[in-house]
C-alpha cells in the first residue's frame, strides 16, 4: 500500500575470521571482488522496490557478516538508490554494523559520509581474555579507541557485549557492565553467550573441553544487568536491548513491531505484503541466483493468517511494551491469539503483566520467552479451526 512504512535489511556476509560462537550466515573467503558485490546487492535491491513501490523508507541496516568490510562507497551506492526507490523519513535511521579493528575505524568517517547516521560496533568484551577465548580479532585497547571515534563520527552509537562466559561472576560482569554504563553511550546490546548447534563452541561442549555456564548463574547475571541499566536511566526496551529513551533502534522496532521489511544480500529474510522472503545463504549460491533470475530469493511463500498472528506474537513479546493481542487478532482476521486465562494465570506468577488486552513479559518471564510462549499461545489448530 501506498505511503507505509517499510525498513531495509541488507546482509554483506564476509568475515575476515570465523568467531567459534557465531552461527550467523558469514564466510570467510580471499579476495572478495567488491564491484561484484556492489553491483549484485544493487540488483537484488531493485527487485525488492520494483515490488514494493510508493513505500515510506524509515530505515536501513547493514549487517553482517561484517558489512564495515564493505567499501564505503557500496554502502553509498545502497543508500542512493533506496532513498531513490522508496521516499526516505525525514529522520531516517541508518545503521552499520562494525568491528573494532584498526582497518575498520579508518573507514568510519566515509561510511558516515555515505549516509550510515548509526554505528554499531562489536566490542563483545573489555577483556583481552575473553576477546581471546571470544576469537575476536581486536583488543580491548582497539575497542576502545574505535568507540571514541564512532563517537565523533556518528550521530549514534550502540555497541555489544557478550557475558555469562564460562567463568563470569556477578562481581566480574557487574564491573565490565559498570565500565560500560560510564562510556555514556545511548543503546546497548548485551547478549548472554549461548551454544549454538554447528559452531566450534558447540563441538568443544560435545567433547567436554567447555563447560557453559550455569544457567542458574546465568539467570542471575540476566537479573543483575536489568537493575544496573535501569538505574543507569538504560532500561531493557527489549530481551538484549537497552537505551535511553528515545535511542532505541527504530530498524529493529519495526521487526518486533512485525512491521514490513525488504530483507537483500546472502541469507537475508525479508517480509512484505504478507510474503517471507529468504535469499541464498551462500555468497557463490547469490552470485548465481542473481544472474539466472535477477534477484537471489531462495524461497517465498504467503504467510497463513495464524503463522502471521504467531510471529507477530513471538516478536511483539520481546518487547517491554509487549502487544496488543487483541489488536493483533483484528489485524489477522482472528478471533484470538493467546489463551486469556493462561495469561492470567502466568500474571498471578509474576511472569507476565496484562492491561486489558495489552500483555508483556516482566523481567523475571523474560527468562522464560520460550517457555511462556508455549503455555499461552492458541497454537495453529484452535486459531485455523476459530478463525
Ligand atoms: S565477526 Fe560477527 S558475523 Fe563475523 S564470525 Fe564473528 S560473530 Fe560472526
Redesign the pocket.
Known amino acids: 500500500m501506498n505511503g507505509e512504512p517499510l525498513a531495509l535489511y541488507v546482509h554483506w556476509p564476509?568475515?575476515?575470521?570465523?568467531?567459534p560462537?557465531?552461527?550467523?550466515?558469514?564466510h570467510?573467503r580471499s579476495g572478495i571482488d567488491q564491484d561484484e558485490w556492489r553491483a549484485a546487492l544493487l540488483a537484488d535491491l531493485a527487485h525488492e522496490a520494483r515490488l514494493l513501490p510508493g513505500r515510506q523508507l524509515t530505515s536501513i541496516f547493514f549487517g553482517?557478516?561484517?558489512p564495515s568490510l564493505m567499501e564505503p562507497a557500496t554502502a553509498e551506492a545502497i543508500v542512493d538508490a533506496a532513498t531513490s526507490y522508496w521516499s526516505p523519513t525525514r529522520d531516517i535511521e541508518i545503521t552499520l554494523?562494525a568491528?573494532p579493528n584498526s582497518v575498520e575505524s579508518a573507514r568510519f568517517a566515509d561510511l558516515a559520509r555515505a549516509g550510515v547516521n548509526r554505528l554499531s560496533l562489536?566490542l563483545?568484551s573489555f577483556d583481552d581474555g575473553a576477546l581471546h577465548f571470544?576469537?575476536?580479532?581486536h583488543s580491548a585497547t582497539e575497542g576502545f579507541r574505535a568507540l571514541e571515534i564512532a563517537e565523533r563520527t556518528f550521530r549514534r552509537v550502540s555497541f555489544d557485549l557478550i557475558y555469562a562466559l564460562p567463568g563470569d561472576t556477578q562481581e566480574s560482569w557487574s564491573a565490565m557492565l559498570a565500565q560500560a554504563l560510564s562510556l555514556g553511550t545511548s543503546h546497548l546490546s548485551l547478549y548472554q553467550l549461548t551454544i549454538e548447534p554447528g559452531t566450534r563452541f558447540a563441538s568443544m561442549v560435545a567433547r567436554g573441553e567447555l563447560r557453559p555456564l550455569d544457567s542458574d548463574e546465568a539467570a542471575t547475571l540476566y537479573e543483575l544487568t536489568d537493575a544496573m541499566t535501569s538505574d543507569a536511566g538504560m532500561p531493557a526496551y527489549e530481551i538484549s536491548n537497552y537505551a535511553r529513551r528515545g535511542q532505541e533502534s527504530r530498524h529493529n522496532l519495526t521487526y518486533w513491531r512485525y512491521g514490513d521489511y525488504a530483507g537483500v544480500g546472502p541469507g537475508a529474510h525479508g517480509r512484505r505484503l504478507g510474503m517471507r522472503t529468504i535469499r541464498h545463504r551462500k555468497p557463490e549460491n547469490f552470485l548465481s541466483a542473481l544472474v539466472r533470475n535477477g534477484h537471489a530469493i531462495a524461497e517465498e511463500a504467503p504467510l497463513s493468517r495464524v503463522e502471521a498472528a504467531d510471529e507477530a506474537l513471538v516478536m511483539g513479546l520481546r518487547l517491554r511494551e509487549g502487544i496488543d493481542v487483541q489488536a493483533i487478532a483484528e489485524r489477522f482476521s482472528l478471533p484470538s491469539i493467546v489463551d486469556l486465562d493462561r495469561v492470567d494465570r502466568l500474571a498471578a506468577s509474576g511472569h507476565l503483566k496484562r492491561k486489558l488486552t495489552r500483555i508483556a513479559l516482566t523481567p523475571a518471564g523474560r527468562l522464560l520467552l520460550d517457555h511462556i510462549l508455549g503455555e499461552i499461545a492458541l497454537g495453529e489448530p484452535a486459531l485455523a479451526s476459530a478463525g
Open positions: 564476509f568475515c575476515v575470521s570465523k568467531c560462537y557465531c552461527d550467523f550466515n558469514s570467510v553482517g557478516g561484517t554494523e568491528n562489536g563483545q571470544l576469537g575476536r580479532a
